[in-house]
């Protein structure tokens, strides 16, 4: 594995922010996509659902300043902007389910070739799991974004032919953002859109057990 | 921030286009969108769906569309007696109506909202509303299959709408209102008044902004008739 | 046909008003049961649902009243009680279908023995008719009455073995409150509670088309 | 007028009976029924099937229940990592689980209280949650059939409640407890406060008092743990 630097975590969610248009509504997961509110591209505004029941959350609540009533799906306090509602968690899943999202973004252990996603429970971890809203969002949003690591810890890639970790659902993921590059799933295969400061097309191909389909000159992916 | 409010009637309207499914809204004489219906007519639409509890009262609320004959089609749980024109076209043959229960009605724009293919219900099991119907038994009841109903356009009336389309509505106007706005792919709002955003309590939000695409301040006209 | 005094639809109403209880929630439809509010027991409160998303509906309103916005299912403006609320009509309709009204009361064309229904359109008319809320809630009452006149017109019983007329719903109505009679709906058949003063059960069976079974003393109707 | 509001909470869940079926609201800290909770277990209820996003936080929440050994089955979308009394006893086997996801648990219950039999959904297709469901392609869409998810009682948390039990909600407490309110046979409010009927404008009701059939007045124990 090459030892060149990869993006980090925040540079991550900061290229993800990227994808994100004024008067966007927007659910971010668990994980890397938390980061993203923010990285949010200056003058823009993005309404931001959770699942309890929030549109337009916004920044994290400072210390001294959390209400408890007023968390997000990660239980962490939050504030509101101008122009927020709250509604039951019904209609917070219709929202999700429905495709009233512009775009969501969760966090995943595995994607495959055919968007494919796995992100709520490794293989032989002990207990039932936790599928949460997962399943909800990758099943209606009308532009799935996932961020991870492009690998696992040990090196495996996470970008795979077929998923062997349980399923969050199936043909659902539209672009995959990693430490590595930004890839589109397309009804013909992985399309590589960008690639990391440094490296190759050649070089992320050999990262991915997928088939990463080159059209063109592939650009870095520019956090500017 | 994204611009919804629209400068007028006719400007908010004027790119549906003929053949278009339409929701609109209203009950018992509350909460038409009267105003956007006189646009829609003015502008000449033809051969619409039209998706509504009922089909007007003589010229008002729906019944203007039926008068100049550009509607092909209605799903509807109450066309109403007092739908002349809506009876000509129907009994000319120009006119074509799905009869729907009326919380049928509902449930079936629900699930179009909530992104679910269909659902069972023991509602109709025996009535000609089952005709045609997928049937089965499921916990000793018979029941039949009901299908989401989808629209481009969702036409409806609130009272105050944010600028951000944040909507509340007035007393008994609701009805209909807040789920043609969650089914539809494109939600046109006529209101009393547009206020500032923030100045709807978050918890008194009826229908939140995500479901609006278009707002237009209008004076009402009514057609109690 | 004995030319003896029927009820009332005004003292079909009064009869069915005594059906309702302290604190019940309660849908009236079209025709004879939308007199029934006028006719409540003394000294309870009974919360009027209407299915355009209102509970808790109060008299009709006074000339110069009237606010067109708060209009009952039948478009005629009405006023609210103290802990009155509004909802969507999807709501609405849960509450009719879900079961979760107390009681409910239609007019009727036919009821057969069975409970069936039929109270949304006359054969033959013109038009393709209309259905309203009469099949949500017909489907889902706990408890249905129908409120009607024994015998159409012409003479010919309303309440029979098998209904002729478009049916709105299978099994479901409870109890039948005519101006001849209060007649419940078991599972073992129509058992006549009631009769109309001065008229005999023998009477009352001659002018139904389905058996009524007769248990014991059949008292009179009392509108006290 | 009726009387819903209880004196007590231990009065309000006397008559609980072991083996209920009880929804319990409440995510993420807020909206839990917490001193409704606390008076179940104290009771020393057996054998309950728990439907409830997740099952508690170590002692908090739904947490006491599974520590006192009083869940047999659980319905629940997100167990939790932090419910380390829930992962004891299912490892144990004493409790079983049911995984659903989260928007469809919400269906399930709403369905429930809507009187529908069924729904199909692309939720869950090709996953383990659709192990043991229908399967069927509407629409061109693979779906899964979900059936209702009914419950002997649902214990919520609400903010006000009026004498009659209509009710508000603070914030994002609200969350899934409207919909346990409509989905039980019998609704058991915990409420911060009881204001006399007519203090709610009736336009800002949440959940209209048909839904709800007893009503507590607590001080808030909260486990934001």
């Given at each position: 594995m090459p030892d060149k630097p990869r993006l980090s975590r925040e540079q991550i969610a900061q290229r993800a922010a990227r994808e994100l248009t004024d008067g966007a509504y927007v659910n971010l997961g668990w994980g890397i996509p938390n980061l993203i509110a923010d990285y949010l591209p200056k003058g823009i505004t993005v309404y931001f659902h959770s699942e309890n029941g929030i549109l337009g959350m916004g920044r994290r609540a400072r210390p001294g300043e959390e209400d408890y009533d007023l968390v997000d799906a990660m239980k962490v306090p939050v504030t509101l902007i101008p122009g927020a509602s709250f509604f039951n968690q019904a209609d917070a899943h219709l929202m999700t389910r429905g495709g009233h999202l512009d775009v969501a973004v969760l966090g995943g252990f595995q994607v495959s070739e055919k968007g494919d996603l796995a992100n709520w429970k490794i293989p032989g971890s002990k207990g039932i799991g936790n599928i949460g809203g997962a399943m909800d969002i990758s099943a209606g949003a009308k532009n799935l974004i996932v961020c991870m690591e492009h690998n696992t810890k040990d090196s495996a890639p996470k970008i795979v032919k077929q998923c062997s970790y349980p399923l969050?659902?199936?043909?659902?993921?539209?672009?995959?953002?990693?430490?590595?590059?930004?890839?589109?799933?397309?009804?013909?295969?992985?399309?590589?859109?960008?690639?990391?400061?440094?490296?190759?097309?050649?070089?992320?191909?050999?990262?991915?057990?997928?088939?990463?389909?080159?059209?063109?000159?592939?650009?870095?992916?520019?956090l500017g | 921030m994204k611009q919804k409010i629209s400068p007028s009637l006719d400007a908010v309207v004027a790119d549906i286009p003929d053949g278009a499914r339409i929701m609109f809204g209203g009950f018992g004489g509350a909460g038409f969108p009267n105003n956007l219906i006189q646009a829609l007519s003015r502008k000449g639409i033809k051969e619409i769906t039209a998706i509504s509890n009922n089909c007007g009262t003589r010229e008002g609320e729906l019944g203007i569309m039926f008068k100049n004959g550009q509607v092909r089609h209605v799903i509807a749980a109450f066309p109403g007696p007092h739908s002349n024109y809506f009876q000509e076209c129907y009994a000319k043959g120009e006119v074509t109506c799905e009869l729907v229960p009326q919380g049928i009605l509902c449930e079936r724009m629900r699930a179009a909202a909530a992104g679910l293919l269909g659902?069972?219900?023991?509602?109709?099991?025996?009535?000609?509303?089952?005709?045609?119907?997928?049937?089965?038994?499921?916990?000793?009841?018979?029941?039949?299959?009901?299908?989401?109903?989808?629209?481009?356009?969702?036409?409806?009336?609130?009272?105050?709408?944010?600028?951000?389309?944040?909507?509340?509505?007035?007393?008994?106007?609701?009805?209909?209102?807040?789920?043609?706005?969650?089914?539809?792919?494109?939600?046109?709002?006529?209101?009393?008044?547009?206020?500032?955003?923030?100045?709807?309590?978050?918890?008194?939000?009826?229908?939140?902004?995500?479901?609006?695409?278009?707002?237009?301040?209008?004076?009402?006209?009514?057609?109690?008739?």
């Amino acid at each position: 594995m090459p030892d060149k630097p990869r993006l980090s975590r925040e540079q991550i969610a900061q290229r993800a922010a990227r994808e994100l248009t004024d008067g966007a509504y927007v659910n971010l997961g668990w994980g890397i996509p938390n980061l993203i509110a923010d990285y949010l591209p200056k003058g823009i505004t993005v309404y931001f659902h959770s699942e309890n029941g929030i549109l337009g959350m916004g920044r994290r609540a400072r210390p001294g300043e959390e209400d408890y009533d007023l968390v997000d799906a990660m239980k962490v306090p939050v504030t509101l902007i101008p122009g927020a509602s709250f509604f039951n968690q019904a209609d917070a899943h219709l929202m999700t389910r429905g495709g009233h999202l512009d775009v969501a973004v969760l966090g995943g252990f595995q994607v495959s070739e055919k968007g494919d996603l796995a992100n709520w429970k490794i293989p032989g971890s002990k207990g039932i799991g936790n599928i949460g809203g997962a399943m909800d969002i990758s099943a209606g949003a009308k532009n799935l974004i996932v961020c991870m690591e492009h690998n696992t810890k040990d090196s495996a890639p996470k970008i795979v032919k077929q998923c062997s970790y349980p399923l969050t659902g199936i043909g659902c993921v539209n672009t995959i953002i990693t430490d590595l590059a930004v890839i589109d799933v397309t009804k013909s295969g992985l399309v590589l859109r960008e690639v990391a400061p440094g490296w190759s097309p050649e070089e992320v191909q050999a990262q991915t057990e997928a088939k990463l389909q080159v059209r063109g000159r592939v650009p870095e992916i520019n956090l500017g | 921030m994204k611009q919804k409010i629209s400068p007028s009637l006719d400007a908010v309207v004027a790119d549906i286009p003929d053949g278009a499914r339409i929701m609109f809204g209203g009950f018992g004489g509350a909460g038409f969108p009267n105003n956007l219906i006189q646009a829609l007519s003015r502008k000449g639409i033809k051969e619409i769906t039209a998706i509504s509890n009922n089909c007007g009262t003589r010229e008002g609320e729906l019944g203007i569309m039926f008068k100049n004959g550009q509607v092909r089609h209605v799903i509807a749980a109450f066309p109403g007696p007092h739908s002349n024109y809506f009876q000509e076209c129907y009994a000319k043959g120009e006119v074509t109506c799905e009869l729907v229960p009326q919380g049928i009605l509902c449930e079936r724009m629900r699930a179009a909202a909530a992104g679910l293919l269909g659902f069972y219900t023991t509602v109709g099991v025996g009535t000609e509303v089952a005709n045609g119907k997928e049937e089965r038994v499921i916990d000793g009841k018979r029941c039949i299959l009901e299908k989401p109903i989808h629209a481009d356009f969702a036409l409806i009336k609130a009272e105050k709408a944010d600028e951000l389309g944040n909507l509340t509505y007035r007393l008994a106007a609701r009805n209909f209102n807040p789920i043609m706005a969650m089914a539809a792919s494109t939600t046109i709002v006529e209101v009393d008044e547009i206020v500032p955003v923030g100045s709807i309590e978050p918890e008194n939000v009826i229908t939140p902004a995500i479901f609006v695409h278009r707002i237009v301040q209008a004076k009402g006209l009514r057609y109690a008739g």
